[in-house]
Structures are given as structure tokens and as C-alpha cells.
Nanobody, 122 residues
Framework: VQLQASGGGLVQAGGSLRLSCVAS????????MGWFRQAPGKEREFVAV????????SYADSVKDRFTISKDNAKNTVYLEITSLKPEDTAVYYC????????????????WGQGTLVTVSS
């Protein structure tokens, strides 16, 4: 599975962005798709996850009121909608995939996109 993340950029605090992750596979059926982020000097951390087959989602507590993960079956794409952006959201955002089971753990994911940079100015 090859993943391509896009949609990052420079945004003012309070603004919004929608990140996209497209997969090379014809379908994500049977996969779990996650978004993670890595801020400068920090470890990569879980943000959100969606199970493709039934749409079940889970979020990190720090983002669940502002981030929304969703999917478009026809486009084989997973989205991460980010609202009310804060400077502390500045990070490289990665999409990742694994088979079957929801997980918030970085090492559980075997497929990773290249990341897209989100920079939030105050």
C-alpha cells in the first residue's frame, strides 16, 4: 500500500485545513486508516483513526473537539478536517494504514505516507 498525504500549508491560528490521504490500492476495505503528527523535536503521536469497513472512529483527547476524520469510498481517500487551528498543531501530519484492528500506536502501522506539513502562525 502506498499512501500520499496532501493538504498541509501555512495557516493563521483559528483557521481550518483539510488534509487528504490517497492510497494506491483499489480499496481500503479491511484496513484501518490513521492520522498521526510529529512536531519539531517531539515523538510522532496519534491523532485520529477510522476503520474503513464500518466507519468507526477514534480520536486523541487533545483533538477530538476540533478534528474530524472521514473517508470517501469512491475516491479511496481519507480526510482529516482540522478546525480552530492552534500554534501547537504545527507538525508534519502523516497518514498510515494497517489491517483490521483499530490502534493508536505508531508501531502498529506498517504503511506510511510521506507526510504533509501544517504550520500555524499566531
Amino acid at each position: 500500500v502506498q499512501l500520499q498525504a496532501s493538504g498541509g500549508g501555512l495557516v493563521q491560528a483559528g483557521g481550518s485545513l483539510r488534509l487528504s490521504c490517497v492510497a494506491s490500492e483499489r480499496t481500503f476495505s479491511g484496513y484501518v486508516m490513521g492520522w498521526f503528527r510529529q512536531a519539531p523535536g517531539k515523538e510522532r503521536e496519534f491523532v485520529a483513526v477510522i476503520r474503513w469497513n464500518d466507519g468507526i472512529t477514534s480520536y486523541a483527547d487533545s483533538v477530538k473537539d476540533r478534528f474530524t476524520i472521514s473517508k470517501d469510498n469512491a475516491k479511496n481517500t481519507v480526510y482529516l478536517e482540522i478546525t480552530s487551528l492552534k500554534p501547537e498543531d504545527t507538525a508534519v501530519y502523516y497518514c498510515a494504514a494497517r489491517r483490521l484492528y483499530l490502534s493508536t500506536i505508531v508501531r502498529d502501522y506498517g504503511y506510511w505516507g510521506q507526510g504533509t506539513l501544517v504550520t500555524v502562525s499566531s
